[in-house]
């Protein structure tokens, strides 16, 4: 019998009040001899960690091209704890964590005790676990272009909400991700899994395939060699040429559709926003009940969320004349810099 599968949530969770508990000294003290260690004994120990997670777990930082030095392995390790906290997980013990991440439990103990001094990561009324600092809500508002854009969309979303009566997002891509950073809901419609900072896989998403189609083909073909196109639902593309044949269609009318391909009985589109510079840096979407868009709704709702994304554009200082001669100047710039090579 696995003794570990019927330890009762209590043991965990008094295991995560102990070290909770630990006197801040001895955490420090702890930390100061980890820091002093010699990069080969930092190495051993991701090793042995490594060893733990079994051969069926290989480690991320393994999986992304080569070991680690202890030291980059260590913000390796604080990036994914961070990354492991979710929506529906917005609290975690030091037990819960280390089985997610892979890693020793005085190994997260130690993150937590550093994260914690920087404000990243604040313990929680529940003794024993840690949520998100609010320091990482102060970093996240200085990143400009995030800043720029929710500043200069909200006018335009509101009103693409308001003329279509639909759920409206805005994304960016992350990898063959497409990250929400913006978003409007109506009660009328579905009730969406478009939250703040969720993901979605691109290639299955109106605002994904805007995004993709308007990446430079180098780039998106580095993308999409990098892992196989999976199948949300029975209609998701996942065929690559079918894909190229959907994104070429995106880049010659402007917008793109999904239809049932992220979620059975949901339907969605998109159209992206450029920047100054003419760069597309995300997509506005709408989304709503498959049965409701038609397609003389989809051409209403297509012009209408065209309009947004131009709005959005030109708050962001985007002149197609403008733009298109800056982008022919920075390729000429490049090119000259090639042959020079």
């Given at each position: ?80 704890l961070l990354a492991a ?9 030091v037990t819960e964590l ?158 793109a559709e999904s239809a ?82």
């Open positions: 019998m696995n003794v570990t599968a019927v330890k009762p949530e209590g043991a965990d969770r008094a295991a995560d009040e102990a070290e909770a508990a630990a006197p801040e000294g001895a955490e420090r003290a702890a930390d100061e001899t980890e820091a002093a260690a010699p990069e080969g004994a930092e190495r051993a120990a991701d090793e042995t960690e490594a060893a733990a997670r079994g051969p069926g777990r290989p480690a991320q930082d393994d999986a992304r091209g080569g070991a680690m030095s202890g030291s980059i392995a260590a913000v390796h390790h604080a990036a994914r906290f979710a929506p529906a997980d917005r609290e975690l013990g280390a089985r997610r991440l892979g890693l020793a439990k005085s190994t997260v103990h130690r993150l937590l005790t550093t994260l914690t001094r920087e404000g990243l990561v604040e313990r929680a009324t529940d003794r024993g676990h840690y949520r998100l600092g609010l320091r990482l809500y102060e970093l996240g508002a200085r990143v400009p272009s995030r800043a720029d854009l929710h500043l200069v969309a909200v006018g335009a979303v509101d009103e693409l909400l308001s003329r279509t009566g639909e759920s409206v997002h805005i994304a960016v891509l992350d990898g063959l991700d497409i990250v929400v950073v913006e978003r409007r809901e109506t009660l009328a419609t579905l009730r969406l899994a478009n939250r703040l900072g969720c993901r979605h896989p691109a290639h299955a998403t109106s605002a994904g395939k805007v995004l993709l189609a308007y990446l430079p083909l180098a780039e998106r073909s580095a993308l999409l060699d990098r892992q196989a196109l999976v199948a949300a639902t029975p209609y998701t593309i996942t065929d690559r040429a079918r894909l190229e044949e959907e994104l070429a269609k995106v880049r010659s009318r402007g917008w049932r391909e992220h979620q059975i009985g949901l339907a969605s589109l998109a159209a992206p926003i450029r920047d100054a510079r003419g760069r597309v840096v995300a997509a506005v979407g709408i989304a709503g009940p498959a049965a409701q868009f038609g397609r003389e709704v989809v051409h209403r709702f297509a012009v209408e969320t065209a309009r947004a994304a131009e709005a959005i554009s030109a708050g962001l200082g985007y002149r197609a004349g403008e733009a298109a001669l800056r982008l022919a100047r920075e390729d000429d710039a490049a090119s000259g810099r090639r042959t020079a090579s």
